[in-house]
């Protein structure tokens, strides 16, 4: 009977054995009617035919109608418990699931091949086990009995299928359950589990954190293995440990000297086949030793000291010719740059970076821009080197390099190099694509007002950029170029001569470079057109106007259909106060301003009526009230390494503040993440912006109750004379300002609010300037995730108001972007914020912002404050409260 079986076709492999006692009667009966079975029952499609005939399939349709058949064949004979095909059966059901068909039904047939005493019907089973379930599925937890069953089995190839089921699905019970287990065998003499058992701990620390412990004894033994498979398993395990646990990371401080012999081995070790990868014994490892090796000497003098010479010999010598080594090289420049390591060193890994920039792999120089960027605060004298490569890499035809190029180049601009710097960055400006322009126009215009070197440069700078940026330039490069015309009266004429003769060309594509020009010659016209005014050494650059050259082409603007209503604002408005300008010709500005008081758009019939009163009945008033503007002028004060920026103007001795453009466009919160911010009390809210509603209300439908329910949510009051700060186009009678992030008057008489066009926002009443204390205290207002906000309280010279300087630090080694700082105090309290000095906290850098509280009623101060930035490519976001303010600062 046993010769039969033996020499019987229908007999599996396995099966196909010698006599021995262990092989019992059951087993012989199981054998019997599986033939019996294998034989009666038609044999199933194959997997190969399965796939044959999906390929064969011509649409979508015929494809479905393949696919469901076999699976009714399947369920027909899951319900039939057909046991000697079951096995052939799941493995098409998985190709079915992998396709993106529903293949469920098959998660219980899974566990049954699983039980089998079979490896081939385990391994289907296992695999099966990882693709249908998960730890959200309740009938994974009926495979904990059979993975503790085959770890312990005394095949290394089931006890590796039971430990990668483990790692892929696990959920923590079954972890906390299995992990013993798991342990016991890292410590195997077979380093096929050990190398398994490491792996699967690593899925095990992932899922449940303080099952760390548990393997710190076996995790250190791992590094003493020849096998390579099991020491990169080890090495990965242990780099998790360190970044989840600071315990382990001081724990692991002392493998150090290790990990350095390990990594001296591999440089130094010849050929071997086993290991080789292009020249490189075991790129990947390398690659593993070096992440830890970062993790661990971060902070950290005395293991940094012990990796110095190793990274150097890394760096010095590993061939770059091939993609190997200098994915090794990547990884010991970032090294270099995370640990305390030498100024020798750092530069050797700039300049690494400088080579891969010559790379002609694109994805080379992407990494080494990137990496360049994260690292210029460290070394910028190093990067500073390789300036010129980085300026080719803004002619590269990739996008993302030409990106990460233009960042890295504004990063590298300072007081020596601004105009060699800012040329090249106006001749990209004017090639680049509009994707580029937004962006890189309100950059150009933040770094030049930093390091300009003169007036003349800045303002020619920033005209260059409304012309190269065209229509794609933001309305804080507007606001900008006014202000630093106002305050240059030396260059007014000069100016004013530049922008008409951009004027006189078609500007309908320039938009807010018609702005600036009406603007700047409604102001400064007299010189224009009763002055000669040169814009070069050659005598031909003499600019010479009359007055009926100035109004042809305001007639134009008026009326081209081309331009946007905002344009025409600033154009009526500058025709408006032209009239106190000219000597002559004042009668065809009222008739060119009269015929906008039928206009269909109603902002500029509103203009329109109420400049023509001007030329009537209020003829009188016209003179004073379209004065020339007084110089805004900019006051900067050295926070650190920030600069704080404060625009202001005299009027009748009263000093007026308001906030000027940070380096990033405003960030608006919306009305959810205010009530969250709230907590269902009433508080005076005052986000980054500087009080400003961003809500902008259908053309046509009046302000005022958009104005007053904002002044109700900021707790104001509007009864009184003074202006209140609102932000609303409908209510824009201030053309100074064309967006939603410039400050805008209200007035409450409702009529001469218009003519209001340059003066900044007040400040609340009773504040002026700030006397910082020599005693001022500091607070810790934060400090969590490695941001720690700090409060400085100074003291003014207004009644019962005091300023707070915030500073935020980064304390981590990431960037964080996106940093959004928003308070919110009681409604007895007033608040008012100037902008931040920046949205981005670069490492071991910080952000500035100035606050203003008033407190007439002298009462405790409470503040609730919400943080939101960007860290690591997530964003977090978190809440915190502070009542410790020392009550003498209202005295």
Not at 522 to 548: F, M, N, Q, T
């Amino acid at each position: 009977m046993w010769l039969y079986f033996e020499e019987c076709s229908v007999l599996p492999p396995e099966q196909n054995r010698r006599f021995n006692p262990a092989f019992n009667m059951a087993a012989i009966k199981q054998v019997f009617n599986e033939a019996v079975e294998r034989v009666r029952m038609p044999t199933p499609m194959r997997l190969r035919d399965l796939i044959r005939q999906i390929r064969a399939a011509r649409t979508a349709t015929e494809e479905r109608e393949v696919i469901n058949k076999e699976c009714a064949y399947i369920r027909s004979t899951f319900r039939e418990e057909d046991s000697a095909w079951r096995c052939r059966n799941v493995a098409k059901l998985l190709y079915i699931h992998m396709l993106g068909y529903p293949a469920h039904f098959g998660q219980l047939e899974c566990l049954k091949l699983i039980a089998s005493p079979r490896f081939t019907d385990k391994r289907i089973g296992y695999l099966g086990a990882m693709l249908l379930l998960d730890e959200r599925q309740d009938v994974h937890l009926l495979i904990t009995n059979c993975l503790k069953n085959d770890l312990n089995s005394s095949t290394q190839f089931v006890v590796g299928l039971a430990l990668c089921t483990l790692g892929a699905i696990a959920s923590p019970e079954m972890s906390r359950d299995l992990a013993a287990e798991v342990e016991r065998l890292m410590k195997s003499p077979n380093a096929y589990i050990r190398k398994k058992a490491a792996l699967c701990a690593y899925r095990i620390v992932l899922k449940v954190p303080e099952l760390m412990e548990i393997f710190l004894p076996a995790t250190r033994s791992l590094l003493s293995e020849k096998n390579h498979g099991v020491l990169i398993t080890g090495v990965t395990l242990i780099t998790e440990m360190c970044e989840h646990s600071p315990d382990t990371l001081q724990h692991f401080k002392k493998i150090v000297p290790n990990l350095v012999r390990i990594l001296k081995n591999l440089i130094l070790a010849g050929y071997s086949p086993e290991h080789d990868v292009s020249g490189v014994s075991d790129p990947f490892l390398q690659v593993k030793i070096l992440r830890l090796l970062r993790i661990l000497g971060r902070n950290d003098a005395e293991a940094s000291e012990a990796m110095n010479d190793i990274l150097a010999q890394v760096a010095t010598n590993t061939e770059t010719s091939k993609n190997v080594g200098n994915t090794i090289l990547y990884e010991t420049v970032l090294s270099i740059m995370d640990i305390k390591s030498e100024s020798g060193l750092r530069v050797l890994a700039v300049n690494i970076l400088g080579r891969f920039l010559l790379n002609n792999d694109k994805n080379i120089r992407y990494v080494a821009l990137n990496t360049l960027l994260k690292t210029v605060h460290l070394d910028t004298s190093a990067v500073q080197r390789h300036r010129t490569t980085i300026l080719e890499c803004l002619k590269d035809p990739d996008v993302s390099i030409r990106r990460r190029a233009l960042e890295l180049s504004f990063a590298l601009i300072n007081s020596n190099n601004v105009r060699t710097m800012m040329k090249e960055l106006l001749l990209f400006l004017e090639r680049s694509d509009p994707e580029f322009k937004a962006q890189c126009s309100s950059s150009i215009v933040l770094a030049a007002e930093r390091y300009a070197p003169n007036k003349r440069w800045h303002l020619d700078t920033l005209l260059r950029v409304l012309i190269a940026a065209g229509n794609y330039v933001r309305d804080d490069v507007v606001s900008c170029t006014i202000q630093l015309v106002s305050d240059s009266v030396d260059q007014q004429g000069y100016v004013s001569a530049q922008l008409w003769r951009a004027l006189e060309q078609d500007t309908s594509d320039r938009q807010p470079l018609t702005q600036v020009a009406t603007w700047c010659i409604g102001e400064y016209g007299d010189a224009l057109l009763y002055s000669d005014v040169s814009v070069g050494d050659d005598p031909s650059d003499i600019v010479r106007v009359s007055e009926d050259e100035l109004l042809d082409v305001y007639q134009r603007l008026l009326w081209s259909p081309q331009n946007t209503i905002v344009t025409k604002q600033y154009t009526l408005l500058s025709l408006t106060k032209l009239s106190t300008r000219f000597r002559s010709n004042v009668e065809r500005i009222r008739q060119m301003v009269q015929q906008f008081g039928s206009h269909l758009h109603i902002e500029l019939q509103q203009r329109g009526v109420e400049f023509t009163q001007l030329f009537n009945s209020h003829a009188h008033l016209r003179p004073a009230l379209l004065e020339r503007m007084p110089p805004m002028e900019v006051v900067r004060r050295d926070n650190g390494s920030q600069q704080q920026q404060v625009q202001h103007s005299t009027v009748n001795g009263v000093l007026d503040i308001a906030d000027v453009n940070s380096e990033e466009p405003a960030v608006n919160s919306d009305s959810n993440a205010l009530l969250v911010l709230l907590g269902g009390s009433e508080p005076s809210i005052v986000d980054t912006e500087t009080e400003q509603q961003t809500a902008k209300p259908p053309a046509g439908v009046p302000a005022t109750t958009d104005n007053q329910d904002l002044l109700d949510l900021l707790g104001l009051d509007i009864g009184g004379s003074a202006p209140v700060a609102v932000n609303n186009m409908n209510m824009n009678n201030n053309v100074h300002s064309t967006n939603n992030n410039n400050p805008l008057l209200l007035d409450p008489l409702g009529s001469l609010g218009s003519l209001s066009t340059s003066t900044p926002l007040p400040p609340l009443s009773g504040l002026s300037s700030i006397t910082p204390s020599l005693d001022s205290p500091s607070l810790v207002a934060y400090e969590k995730n490695g941001l720690r906000i700090m409060f400085t309280l100074e003291r003014s010279d207004a009644p019962s108001t005091i300023c707070i300087a915030m500073a935020a630090y980064n304390e981590t080694a990431t960037l964080m972007s996106d940093f959004l700082f928003q308070v919110a105090v009681p409604k007895t309290f007033q608040l008012q914020m100037m902008s931040p000095s920046g949205t981005t906290i670069p490492p071991a850098g910080s952000v500035t912002q100035q606050l203003r509280i008033q407190n007439p009623s002298k009462g405790a101060l409470r503040m609730r404050m919400r943080i939101s930035y960007s860290s690591g490519g997530a964003t977090i976001q978190d809440q915190a409260e502070m009542n410790n303010f020392p009550s003498e600062g209202w005295q």
